[in-house]
DNA sequence: AGTGCGGCCTGTCCGC
DNA sequence: TGCGGACAGGCCGCAC
């Protein structure tokens, strides 16, 4: 499930072979994804320069001047470069649902088998789109400031966990850094995020850049899976900090720390897992 | 306005 | 062995 350090990393491992680039053909064999994949698409983007490769949170955001398309991953989705030597012999496959096309040969390939990933294209500031404009602040930019990410929770009822997924407070926190931020910064993922103190905001706040940072960091190390097409099927995989995960599904294990075992619980349906010694 | 949750999908795992 | 069902995940958009 790509959370921001994958997104991030696929961002600079496709950027290379974009970048500056003409698109020849958006080739379209499957529209149903979360929304249905409008066909002028294709016809827009065609003989169109490329000239940004941006992102928004988890939204990668292809860019022709004031023409723009943006592409979720959900949580199946990847892309990958197909080198112009290899874009005869690589035949899409079951899941492949879209290629970009470039003039030089080389393929960017969305695969998607579940599907609930997402390609749309809009015109003018990436801002004003309807699905960025209401977004919170990136964690690792400037704006992500510990003041207002503290009193923005005070007097809310949810808690603690659901607070810091919310992409309004801030961006790219998913439910494995949820749960794995909570834990290294001692807080239990249930509490009520009102009640949560300045210390532990403070904490939490730095950790979350924190770990968002190292994963993508060591993201970086994976970026030749981009154009590495036997490496395709562990690339979601790839670039996680998985051998470093605390208490992601673990439960019942021994917390690393204090060898309680973890416990899980579901918060608003989804599975979350704590250390009951190590987090309050 | 704040909160909760249904729905979209398929690969994987479990139990029969 | 094969098969059905539960589950996982991001996140919009609706209902309360």
Redesign the pocket.
């Known amino acids: 499930?790509?959370?921001l350090p994958e997104v991030e990393t696929t961002r600079l491992g496709i950027h290379p072979h974009l970048y500056q680039q003409i698109i020849k053909a958006i080739t379209i064999r499957e529209t149903?994804l979360?929304?249905p994949i409008d066909a002028d698409i294709a016809r827009l983007f065609k003989n169109k320069k490329i000239t940004q490769i941006s992102r928004r949170?988890?939204?990668l955001i292809i860019s022709s001047d004031e023409l723009n398309m943006m592409i979720?991953?959900?949580?199946?989705g990847s892309l990958r470069i197909v080198p112009s030597d290899k874009a005869l012999s690589s035949l899409p496959e079951?899941?492949d649902h879209f290629d970009i096309v470039l003039n030089n040969g080389v393929i960017l390939r969305y695969r998607d088998?579940?599907?609930?990933g997402a390609l749309l294209y809009f015109y003018g500031d990436p801002q004003q789109h309807?699905?960025l404009a209401?977004?919170g602040p990136e964690p690792l930019s400037d704006d992500f400031q510990l003041e207002s990410f503290y009193k923005n929770s005070r007097?809310?009822?949810?808690?603690i966990k659901?607070y810091i997924?919310d992409?309004h407070q801030v961006?790219?926190v998913?439910?494995?850094?949820?749960n794995e931020a909570l834990f290294l910064s001692g807080i239990r993922p249930g509490r009520a995020?009102?009640r949560v103190s300045y210390k532990s905001f403070s904490k939490l706040h730095q950790i979350i850049k924190a770990v968002l940072k190292n994963a993508i960091a060591k993201g970086g190390t994976t970026l030749k899976d981009f154009i590495a097409p036997s490496a395709q099927t562990n690339q979601n995989q790839a670039g996680y900090f998985q051998q470093e995960l605390f208490v992601?599904?673990r439960a019942g294990k021994a917390c690393k720390i204090c060898d309680t075992p973890i416990k899980?619980k579901?918060i608003?349906?989804?599975?979350s897992f704590y250390c009951p010694q190590c987090q309050q």
């Open positions: 499930m790509p959370e149903r979360r929304w949170g988890k939204y979720h991953l959900g949580m199946s079951k899941h088998p579940r599907r609930f309807k699905l209401s977004l007097g809310k009822k949810i808690t659901q997924m992409a961006v790219g998913g439910n494995i850094y949820a995020v009102g992601y599904d899980a579901k608003s349906q989804r599975s």
